[in-house]
T-cell receptor, first 120, second 110 residues
Framework: GAVVSQHPSWVICKSGTSVKIECRSLDFQATTMFWYRQFPKQSLMLMATSNEGSKATYEQGVEKDKFLINHASLTLSTLTVTSAHPEDSSFYICSARDLRGGQGYQETQYFGPGTRLLVL | GDSVTQMEGPVTLSEEAFLTINCTYTATGYPSLFWYVQYPGEGLQLLLK?????DKGSNKGFEATYRKETTSFHLEKGSVQVSDSAVYFCALSNFNKFYFGSGTKLNVKP
């Protein structure tokens, strides 16, 4: 199957600093990547859809100025948490859509291992 | 809108027991259905999928059948192992959107 990596796997930062998380598709090109947030013992919440070469699409309630997404190439999307605060502490997971062998709007998403962010 | 409902956990089983985790969905059109597994501290791994009605997805002894008439995609395994302990997510894909169930934690005791 397709492989998606994330870096870093965990990060601790001080309140007010910005943190960048990278998501890479290692063996396929991904025109679309997704960023999720997962709270302890809960399901994944879609934050935004990252499209290569265009602006990201944010879900309702997600602050686009706080969570900056850049999808500069077909294999890399970045999520920057700007001016992070303790309430931003969470597990952030990215996924990439692999359309190889897919049919139209049906696709398989492959997930990265996640990045655990702790803001002090 | 589209949605996925799966049984609440945790589910606790003894090793070699039979596993069923129920999943039902609501969707328009013809969604694809998935089961993902999440081990502690890790991201989600695709376990199996089915793209059309009556398809059976299978992997590592797990299987699930896409039942359009009952809008279900229940996950089953004949004999669980301790290493199967994880959180299992049912999901559907439809019109470029992914929808996840709330997750079911499975604990397998030796």
């Amino acid at each position: 199957g397709a492989v998606v990596s994330q870096h870093p796997s965990w990060v601790i930062c001080k309140s007010g600093t910005s943190v960048k998380i990278e998501c890479r598709s290692l063996d396929f090109q991904a025109t679309t990547m997704f960023w999720y947030r997962q709270f302890p013992k809960q399901s994944l919440m879609l934050m935004a859809t990252s499209n290569e070469g265009s602006k990201a699409t944010y879900e309702q309630g997600v602050e686009k100025d706080k969570f900056l997404i850049n999808h500069a190439s077909l294999t890399l999307s970045t999520l920057t948490v700007t001016s992070a605060h303790p309430e931003d502490s969470s597990f952030y997971i990215c996924s990439a859509r692999d359309l190889r062998g897919g049919q139209g709007y049906q696709e398989t998403q492959y997930f990265g291992p996640g990045t655990r962010l702790l803001v002090l | 809108g589209d949605s996925v409902t799966q049984m609440e956990g945790p589910v606790t089983l003894s090793e070699e027991a039979f596993l069923t985790i129920n999943c039902t969905y609501t969707a328009t059109g013809y969604p694809s259905l998935f089961w993902y597994v999440q081990y502690p501290g890790e991201g989600l791994q695709l376990l199996l999928k089915a793209t059309k009605a009556d398809d059976k997805g299978s992997n590592k002894g797990f299987e699930a059948t896409y039942r359009k008439e009952t809008t279900s995609f229940h996950l089953e395994k004949g004999s669980v192992q301790v290493s199967d302990s994880a959180v299992y997510f049912c999901a559907l894909s439809n019109f470029n959107k992914f929808y996840f169930g709330s997750g079911t934690k499975l604990n397998v005791k030796p």
